[in-house]
């Protein structure tokens, strides 16, 4: 049982590219996440989704786009990166919303130079 | 929108010692739960301890208790007996069903 998996672990890119962060559960959750940590800074919310099909905004979406075709994956797209977007990417997965404990993947470091 | 506030920026202890660290809270709401989750330095962040807002009992995982006070907003993390692997950044997250939170975090740094 591999959990919450996120690929990859590193990445930099140039200003303007743009890149997928892939992310994978294993737990059969319907909710998963998408999280964003700065420096000094909590986990905002970037998007999330209740089930295959469906996905909805959060807290810090611009810049960002989410599909999820499959229960197990949900990819997030940077469209024309920006270095505002370096960050550390966390992908997220429960059973519930807001009642369930969330399981975290080991996390992306994105760099925008 | 709900804010989380985690007012120590970090805070160190020596081993077999106790600690406590806060997290205030701002919501309308009567229904929500809270957590503490940690993340140590190899990043993975995990659940620590959960508390459902309707339950008065403050929830206690081994050397992990909370000390919930509904009408202050506040949801302070008690660790006893601290040992080196609690060496992490510990996050408060406030959740309800239009929103999840979570506060800026406590670097705790256990001493031998």
């Known amino acids: 049982n591999a959990g919450v998996t996120q690929t990859p672990k590193f990445r930099i890119l140039k200003i303007g590219q743009s890149m997928t962060l892939q992310c994978t559960q294993d737990m059969n959750h319907n909710y998963m996440y998408w999280y964003r940590q700065d420096p000094g800074m909590g986990l905002k919310l970037i998007y999330y989704s209740v089930g295959a099909g469906i996905t909805d905004k959060g807290e810090v979406p611009n810049g960002y786009n989410v599909s999820r075709s499959t229960t197990e994956d949900f990819p997030l797209r940077l469209e024309l990166a920006a270095p505002s977007q370096t960050s550390v990417y966390f992908c997220a997965s429960s059973y519930g919303w807001a009642e369930d404990e969330q399981f975290f993947g080991p996390g992306t470091r994105l760099t925008v130079l | 929108a709900q804010t989380v506030t985690q007012s120590q920026p970090e805070m160190s202890v020596q081993e077999a010692e106790t600690v406590t660290l806060s997290c205030t809270y701002d919501t309308s709401e009567s229904n929500y739960y809270l957590f503490w989750y940690k993340q140590p330095p190899s990043r993975q962040m995990i659940l620590v301890i959960r508390?459902?807002?309707?339950?008065?009992q403050n929830a206690t995982e081994n050397r992990f208790s909370v000390n919930f006070q509904k009408a202050a907003k506040s949801f302070s993390l008690k660790i006893s007996d601290s040992q080196l692997g609690d060496t992490a950044m510990y996050f408060c997250c406030f959740s309800n069903n239009n929103d999840m939170r979570f506060g800026a975090g406590t670097r705790l740094t256990v001493k031998p």
């Open positions: 508390q459902e807002a309707y339950k008065q």
